[in-house]
Structure formats: C-alpha cells, structure tokens
C-alpha cells in the first residue's frame, strides 16, 4: 500500500488489457480529488497520462465506492476494466476472493477467477431509449444513424457498429462524429466489431472524454449486448480489443466480465 506523503498526492498506475487509469485512495475520508487536478494529470506529456481516473471511497457496507472521471475531467458513471483492476489490488490487499463495490452504476460484485484473472459482475444493461440516455424514442436496436448501429446503457451511453472488418473502419474520424451525435444528449461511447464466430468478435474503442483506447470494459459489455440482440453471437463471448482479450458473459444476474489487471506502479503527484 502507498503511503501517503504531505509533499504531495499518492497515486497507483494500473491498466486492464492497456486501458489505462490512475488510481487515488481516498478511503481514510479526506477529499484530495479536484477536476483541476483530474485534467493536469491526465496531461500524457506533463502529467501521468490516463484513460480515466478513479477514486477509492468509503459508503455503507461496501469494500469500496469508486467514482470515474475521464480525461477530460468529465465524470463516467461506470469504468469495468478500472473496476476489475482495482477490485484485485483490494483482493491483494484484503485477502478477500468476493468483494461488493458501489459506483453510480449501483452495486457491482467481484470475484477471483483464477489463474490471475478478475471478474465482475457490471449489471443488467439498459435497453430503453430513456436510460441510455437517448434524446428521442427511437429503434435503440437499429438507431437513424447511417450504419445503423445499436444503442445500449451500462451506466454510460454506448453506440456500436457493427461492420464487415473493424481494423479497417477509421475510427479517429468516426469516433468524435459519433460521440457528439445529437440522437446521445450525454456524448456516447464508440465501438466498431465484427463477428469472427458466433461465440467471438473483434473490436475497437473510442470513448467520449477521451478518444481512441486499447480497450473499455463496459464497451465490452454493450457490444456483446449488442451483438446477442442483434442474433449475431452467443450470451457468451470472446472480445478480441487491442490491447488484448476479455471475456463476457451475459446471465440472468448481469454482465460478467473477466479478464487481466496489471498494477504498473506507485507514484507521487507533486501539488
């Protein structure tokens, strides 16, 4: 565990299939988190770099509460791969194999998978066009966008594409397109996939606040949504991203998600 110094604020680096996040404990009750200080240190040359920031907080019975921001400084109410990764370190730290986590999204469970692996269950998606949120009542299953792409909540907005080769599709250019769509009032999440087998797709990520990321946890978990609704794959499946491989597995109880977490170091920010 790092220590906290009065010279400056104690941070974890950690990352989840390259989908990077900075990681501030604030579990003894005192507020260190600003939004000036969330944009200085996403800065990727004067800064740390990050694709979100999460906050460790005590509330209720939980193990933790996390609270997301994007790099941008803008607030994410959900962050799968940060949770799994921080959902390890407090299994390393705790001892604990199951561990129950609150978010905006609400209360999310995490378990030890096994051979280093961490799951968690990322909750039921939202499939109505006022919860994603969506600024009309549309057909979330084949939106008026051209391509017609599907729309799902998991605590943040998510628009999926689904095409004939992902590594094609220039997603610098039809990410912020797409983000800023007037049809998503709250930005949305991009994803590109194309289907490799029934039980496997390729995608690629760009994300509202931050751009073009390695991965996104709950962007796994929408295209999988997607893809099942759409009779594309199985409620299980494989999603090559990348910066690696994640396993989703959609139940009655929720969206499991698992796969790897790295801590990559401890570090001080100097106020």
């Known amino acids: 565990m ?10 974890m680096k950690m990352h989840g299939l390259g989908n990077d996040f900075v990681v501030i404990d604030e579990r003894d009750g005192v507020a260190r988190v600003t939004d000036d200080i969330v944009i200085a240190i996403a800065d990727r040359h004067r800064g740390v770099g990050f694709d979100q920031l999460a906050v460790m907080s005590k509330h209720g019975n939980a193990d933790v509460h996390l609270t997301f921001y994007n790099a941008d400084g803008s607030t994410a109410g959900a962050c799968g791969n940060a949770t799994r990764c921080i959902a390890r370190h407090i299994m390393d730290e705790t001892g604990k194999t199951d561990l129950t986590l609150t978010t905006e999204r609400g209360t999310l469970f995490a378990r030890d998978a096994g051979d280093g692996l961490t799951s968690v269950n990322m909750g039921h998606p939202q499939l109505d066009w006022k919860d994603i949120p969506l600024a009309r009542d549309v057909d979330v299953d084949a939106l008026p966008i051209d391509g017609a792409p599907v729309a799902t ?13 992902a590594e094609a599709v220039d997603l610098l250019t039809l990410g912020p397109k797409i983000e800023h769509d007037p049809l998503y009032p709250e930005r949305t999440n991009v994803q590109v996939a194309h289907v490799v087998a029934k039980n496997h797709l390729r995608m690629r990520v760009w994300e509202r606040g931050v751009g073009l990321t390695l991965a996104s946890g709950s962007s796994s978990c929408a295209t999988a949504v997607a893809a099942h609704r759409k009779g594309l794959t199985d409620r299980q499946v494989r999603i090559d991203l990348d910066g690696g491989t994640i396993h989703i597995d959609w139940r009655d109880d929720g969206i499991w998600m698992t796969g790897p977490t790295a801590h990559v170091f401890d570090g001080i920010w100097h106020l």
Do not use: A, E, K, R
Request: with cysteine; aromatic share 14%.
């Open 2 to 11: 790092i220590q906290t110094l009065s010279s400056g604020l104690p941070f």
């Open 153 to 165: 909540g998991m605590g943040n907005p998510h628009c999926t594409f689904f095409v004939d080769d």
